[in-house]
């Protein structure tokens, strides 16, 4: 029976009304105000208020732990369970955690405002989406911290500079990587001299490896084995396999991206009409499509028998508490080579989401539907984002294909 400390009572009544607003296990509900109570006493000892805490303290009281394997139900009394529960605790008290670092130096207040002025250029003049916009600041974090450990200014820089940063980056990225890494950094160069606090426009000045049109073969997978990971994933009923599974048949039936997945809520299913909506993650345009009998069953189904009790407008939900929306693509690629190791299905090439978009437009394909169509579904601005997968179609290719006369050589 754990020792009562009155004084830490009103931060553990806080705790266990979110364990019980968050529906964790028992685990959790018994193991981390062990290590809350832990730290609590610990800040006690100093006379440090819960509110002062950084994170160096965090970590200091971490390294004075001494863990041992203890017996009982939930045995877990590991570093890492312990900075959890000392996350969690301190998420509640703050609101946030950890912190959001202030930049303190010269230095890290003139990058800092760079950076910011950078990110409202990209949204109001160039209408970029939130995923180009972090690439972007990324980019120009790196180049000016790269820049300043080479006491190297911005309104100095030359292109053998930017030959030299280039080259540092590039040195264990592939070419594809290389020449994303240099388109991104063109726009930072951009912003840089439309500011004026580069003299020169050097963006024109800077290449990156060629990358010829429609030159990569997107990944694919057999339809019938598609058919054999929805089958099998059909065939678990935990909610787990409820949720996987209504999630693969959007994918296999939609062609959907994650981020549309993960973007789904509850009211973009109009169960009157038929119909489900779409917003597509890349190009910020949204669709209306039937809602087919396939999808619309294995949605009610997880609906009603594996989606847990939350507040989340999302339609699907992490499968353990805390009961929130999958915000992650490594959450859906784990998913995806999960069911596909169980039925015995390796992949070549990319992996992820998108394999299984590029399968069903090939399917399509196959089926004799315009590259307009196709595009629809997908969800494209132009055919020239959808020509990329007539590559794919090899089989109808060879079907067309002229024999050679004889005596000529391929």
């Known amino acids: 029976m754990p020792k009562s400390y009155p004084q830490f009572e009103p931060l553990l009544a806080q705790l266990r009304r979110h364990f019980r ?22 800040l006690e000892r100093r006379g440090q208020a819960v509110e002062s805490v950084t994170p160096a303290d965090v970590e200091r009281h971490l390294d004075s732990l001494r863990l041992k394997q203890r017996r009982g139900p939930f045995p877990d009394h590991s570093r890492r369970m312990h900075r959890a529960a000392i996350r969690m605790l301190l998420r509640l008290v703050h609101g946030s955690w950890p912190p959001e670092v202030v930049p303190t130096s010269p230095h890290e207040i003139t990058e800092c405002e760079i950076v910011t002025s950078y990110d409202t250029w990209m949204t109001d003049l160039r209408g970029l989406a939130p995923s180009t916009r972090r690439h972007g600041r990324a980019e120009a974090y790196r180049l000016l911290g790269w820049l300043r450990e080479h006491d190297k200014a911005v309104s100095t820089v030359s292109v053998v500079d930017l030959d030299a940063y280039v080259r540092e980056r590039g040195a264990r990225q592939r070419r594809t990587s290389i020449a ?12 840089l001299h439309g500011s004026g606090r580069m003299p020169v426009d050097l963006a024109p000045e800077i290449s990156g490896p060629p990358i010829y049109a429609l030159e990569g073969i997107p990944s694919t997978i057999r339809v019938e084995d598609v058919r054999r990971v929805l089958k099998a994933t059909r065939l678990d009923r935990s909610p787990l396999g409820r949720r996987d599974y209504a999630i693969l048949t959007l994918l296999a039936t939609y062609g959907l991206r994650g981020g549309e997945i993960m973007a789904l809520r509850l009211s973009d299913i109009d169960w009157r009409h038929e119909r489900i909506h779409i917003r597509h993650s890349k190009t910020g345009a949204h669709s209306a499509l039937p809602l087919l009998r396939g999808p619309a069953d294995a949605l009610l189904d997880y ?6 009790e939350t507040k989340a407008r999302e339609v699907f939900i992490r499968a353990c508490a805390p009961y929130r929306a999958i915000t992650a693509h490594a959450a859906l690629h784990l998913l995806l080579t999960r069911r596909l190791a169980a039925v015995g299905v390796a992949l070549t090439g990319k992996r992820g989401a998108h394999v299984l978009r590029h399968s069903r437009a090939v399917s399509l394909l196959r089926g004799g539907v315009s590259l307009k169509v196709i595009g629809d579904v997908l969800g494209h601005r132009s055919e020239q984002s959808t020509s990329p997968y007539l590559k794919l179609a090899t089989e109808d290719l060879r079907s067309v294909a002229l024999d050679l006369p004889a005596g000529v050589s391929p």
């Open 180 to 191: 994303l890494m240099v388109c991104t950094l063109r726009g930072v160069l951009r912003y």
């Open 21 to 42: 607003e968050e529906h964790y296990g028992h685990g959790t509900v018994w193991n981390y105000p062990v290590a809350v109570r832990r730290f609590l006493r610990a």
């Open 303 to 308: 609906l009603k028998y594996g989606r847990p």
